[in-house]
């Protein structure tokens, strides 16, 4: 078994892999704390590239395959950037029975595009969500991590015309 | 901290309080803070300041008042509530201080809503200030911690926790006090508690509510189970989709430990315990105790056989107590008013309260805890409100994916685990889904299918192949493509995905297709055999995304 393992340097000298070596350290190094690296990167560059993973692969000691397994077994997980807005239709059921499938339909339709995907220029990325648990204010839509309940078609087409134009 | 220093803590908010002619407490849960609630909060404060009435009038932040449709909510120490309250409307709640209310604002109190409701495990949901440990205390809270440290032996907390009857709140309802034996006797030196916050049924938000607003309560029950079983670390599993809740939950911990109730020689004693929040990362697979432990160890979130049963062999192969975030908020008022006291709230089997999320078509939208033994009925129409629109019920979903849709014939029967498994649904985690006419239930069944279907981890073939087929047979009936063979083939595969699936995902999976089978053959009959939807919601859709 090797011990003596020199601990790789970061894949630049950006300060957000700080963030990264921090939650690594504080797990103790060890392959339990893949999940939590991996929230970091995400929550610190916003999506999880080759790269990262395979700095935190190894960091924590792990293959790669198991660090990419982790990454796409989880929802939350994205491999791809966003686009500078995000928009989260919430499908759970409180939701669905309440219009949700209508909204995002009106969405996909106005940007042609589908869940998951970004539009052309970057700027709308639409995205699903299993269930926001604001079920009381259904049906529920989450514009750049800010909820808005009770959401109509008309609301939600106005925000996206209110995004393109805004940065265009 | 000693308890006497906890005592003098608990004084001295008590005393604070009651300096305060007024108080005004304003919702800051996550579905109010969605309506705007902080900036009512900030309006208060700010407007409190102008006045100079700091002296007089103390503003603060809580959690859940339960009706989250009428957000945001604001209650005054008069005893009025107060719905859609703005930011503009802060001046006009004041000025009503200690006279006659803002009638165009109040919400009635005096309603079944309110008053059918027994709270527990809400008990300071609503009143407490959830990023303040102080509060907590000055509510009595840590002193079940301090009597069970220092007057009770391991034992005898698991004995009380077996008088109590108290089930597991996450679903399946196994007896709680049963699960804290089995741990305390299994040998070896290190064990675990998890809490399992991975509140994944689509509908759900009990345990999101009780962790933005009580997330001390919840510690508390944590630190009693892992004194009665003889665990010093524990994590709390909890959804990153939740953010408040992971918030609140850092704060808490960190005064925790600030205050000593966190980690070594807990309140002078040989206790040790240290806490620590795993984030989940969207699996609902992960609720699956198994699955759970196995994320917490930072791999893929698979389910493995059981047993050896996490009692035995759990987290990183040690004794591990796994229960719902609900669970462990039952703890401190069973310790604190004993067993007995609990036994006797419920039905025989059922004991103690049930929080529901109650949503979809219903008036009354939000959360509420009732004793157990309570009718469907009384849910939906007193509690809830009934139907909006003048519309009819058509049927109630429990259990989330995994649980059934409950028609109108049985509205009368009690709400417990074995009523609810007899016609075909299961208590779940409390989610509880009122339909109307206007949904499809054969598009229901293949919502949760579908949902099913995506969620498979794909470790068994079972569940990874048979979501997927009942999935496509579904779609098929939902496009008016369905043949008479179609719903034999369905009846078939549920039977396989229930007897042979490894986890509970995918024995359970088949119920929303059993229980519209069984309680709505019309509808499925009237998509197979005349082609059409008597909801109108199959096939509109479908012609809409291919124009």
């Not at chain 2, 979903?397 to 074995?418: A, F, N, R």
């Amino acid at each position: 078994m090797i011990t003596d393992f020199a601990k790789p340097t970061a894949p630049s000298q950006d300060k957000r892999w700080r963030l990264v070596d921090t939650t690594m350290r504080r797990l103790g190094s060890q392959s339990r704390g893949l999940i939590e690296a991996l929230h970091t990167v995400q929550e610190a560059f916003g999506y999880l590239d080759d790269e990262a993973l395979r700095y935190v692969a190894v960091s924590l000691r792990v293959p790669l395959s198991r660090a990419y397994g982790v990454a796409t077994f989880y929802h939350f997980f994205t491999l791809k950037p966003a686009g500078e807005h995000t928009c989260v239709v919430c499908m759970g059921t409180a939701c669905y029975i309440k219009g949700a499938p209508q909204l995002l339909k009106a969405v996909e339709k106005d940007l042609g595009i589908a869940p998951g995907e970004t539009t052309g220029d970057g700027k709308i990325s639409l995205l699903t969500a299993r269930c926001l648990g604001s079920c009381g204010l259904a049906p529920a839509v989450v514009y750049d991590s800010n909820v808005a309940g009770k959401v109509t078609t008309q609301a939600l087409r106005e925000r996206l015309v209110k995004w393109t134009r805004h940065d265009s | 901290m000693t308890p006497d220093e906890l005592e003098q803590i608990a004084e001295e908010e008590q005393g604070a309080r009651h300096q305060f002619e007024h108080r005004v407490n304003v919702c800051v849960a996550a579905g109010c803070i969605s309506c705007q609630s902080d900036a009512v909060k900030g309006a208060l404060d700010e407007e409190i300041k102008r006045r100079g009435w700091e002296k007089k009038c103390q503003a603060k932040g809580v959690g859940c008042m339960g009706l989250c449709a009428e957000g945001p909510l604001v209650s005054t120490s008069d005893g009025t509530l107060y719905k859609h309250v703005t930011a503009e409307d802060t001046g006009a709640v004041l000025d009503a201080l200690g006279g006659e209310p803002v009638s165009r604002l109040v919400s009635p109190t005096e309603v079944p809503f309110f008053q059918r409701q027994r709270k527990i495990v809400l008990e300071h949901s609503g009143i407490v200030d959830p990023e303040r440990m102080e509060d907590y205390i000055g509510l009595s809270g840590y002193s079940a911690l301090i009597k069970v440290l220092s007057e009770m032996t391991p034992s005898e907390v698991v004995q009380e926790m077996v008088k109590s009857g108290l089930r597991g709140r996450g679903g399946a309802g196994y007896p709680t006090g049963l699960k804290w034996s089995t741990v305390a006797k299994a040998g070896g030196s290190q064990k675990y508690v998890i809490c399992n916050a991975d509140e994944g049924d689509p509908g759900a938000f009990m345990d999101r509510s009780v962790l933005e607003s009580d997330p001390h309560r919840v510690i508390e029950g944590m630190l009693i189970a892992a004194y009665a079983v003889g665990a010093s670390e524990g994590y709390i599993y909890v959804r990153a989709e939740y953010p408040l809740a992971i918030k609140r939950l850092r704060i808490a911990i960190r005064q925790a430990e600030r205050a000593g109730l966190l980690g070594t020689s807990i309140c002078g004693t040989r206790f040790s315990f240290r806490l620590d929040l795993r984030l989940g990362a969207g699996a609902f697979v992960c609720g699956e105790e198994t699955a759970l432990i196995s994320s917490v160890e930072g791999k893929r979130g698979t389910p493995r056989p059981r047993p050896p049963y996490p009692a035995q062999a759990g987290l990183f192969g040690a004794p591990t107590l796994i229960n719902n975030v609900e669970t462990f908020a039952n703890v401190s008022s069973i310790i604190l008013n004993g067993g007995e006291w609990y036994a006797k709230i419920g039905t025989e089997k059922s004991k103690g309260t049930k929080v529901f999320a109650l949503a979809g078509r219903v008036m009354n939208t939000g959360l509420v805890e009732v004793p157990m033994g309570i009718t469907l009925r009384e849910m939906v129409f007193e509690i809830g409100g009934g139907i909006p629109d003048g519309r009819q019920f058509k049927a109630v979903q429990t259990g989330g994916p995994s649980g059934g849709c409950i028609p109108s014939e049985y509205l009368d029967m009690p709400v417990d685990y074995e009523s609810l498994a007899k016609v075909g649904s299961i208590m779940g985690s409390g989610g509880m889904i009122i339909m109307d006419e206007s949904s499809c239930m054969v598009d229901v069944a293949k919502y949760f299918m579908d949902f099913c279907m995506t969620e498979s981890c794909g470790k068994c073939v079972p569940c990874r192949v048979g979501t997927y087929q009942l999935n496509e047979v579904l779609g098929r009936i939902c496009r008016q493509e369905g043949t008479a063979a179609d719903k034999a083939l369905l009846e078939e595969l549920c039977d396989l995905l229930k007897n042979t699936s490894l986890c509970g995902l995918g024995q359970s999976a088949p119920n929303p297709v059993l229980s519209t089978l069984r309680y709505f053959a019309e509808e499925y009959r009237a998509h197979l055999e005349e082609h059409r939807c008597p909801a109108g919601v199959c096939g509109v859709q479908e012609h809409e995304v291919v124009a």
